[in-house]
C-alpha cells in the first residue's frame, strides 16, 4: 500500500508562484507515473499533467502548458509540481495520483492541497 501526501498549496496573487511536493510512503514511487489533477468548485476533476516512472517524459493539458513543471524524485520518494504565473482560474485542490505503467490505471490519489488564486 503506498500514502500519497501533497503539501504546499496556499494563497497566492495572480502572476505568482506556487510548488506541490507529493510525498509518498514505500518503496515503490519509483515504479509508477504520477499524474497530478485538479478540481475546482463546482467542476468534474481534471488532468493537469504526468510525469513517466523515469522522470524521462512529461505531458500537460493545454492550458497549463508553459507554467507548470512537474518533476519527480526517486529517491526522496518525492514528486513536484512548480505552478508559475497563476490565473484565478487555476484555483482548485490539487491531487496527485500514482498511475501503473501497465495498465495506466491510477491506483493511489491523495488527500489534496487547495490552491487559490486571487486577482
Known amino acids: 500500500q503506498v500514502q500519497l501526501v501533497e503539501s504546499g498549496g496556499g494563497l497566492v496573487q495572480a502572476g505568482g508562484s506556487l510548488r506541490l511536493s507529493c510525498a509518498a510512503s514505500g518503496r515503490t514511487f519509483g515504479r509508477y507515473n504520477m499524474g497530478w489533477f485538479r478540481q475546482a468548485p463546482g467542476k468534474e476533476r481534471e488532468f493537469v499533467g504526468l510525469i513517466t516512472w523515469s522522470g524521462g517524459s512529461t505531458y500537460y493539458t493545454d492550458s497549463v502548458n508553459g507554467r507548470f513543471t512537474i518533476s519527480r524524485d526517486n529517491a526522496k520518494n518525492t514528486g513536484y509540481l512548480q505552478m508559475n504565473s497563476l490565473k484565478p482560474e487555476d484555483t482548485a485542490v490539487y491531487y496527485c495520483?500514482?498511475?501503473?505503467?501497465?495498465?495506466?490505471?491510477?491506483?493511489?490519489w491523495g488527500q489534496g492541497t487547495q490552491v487559490t488564486v486571487s486577482s
Open positions: 495520483a500514482l498511475q501503473a505503467p501497465a495498465t495506466m490505471k491510477y491506483e493511489y
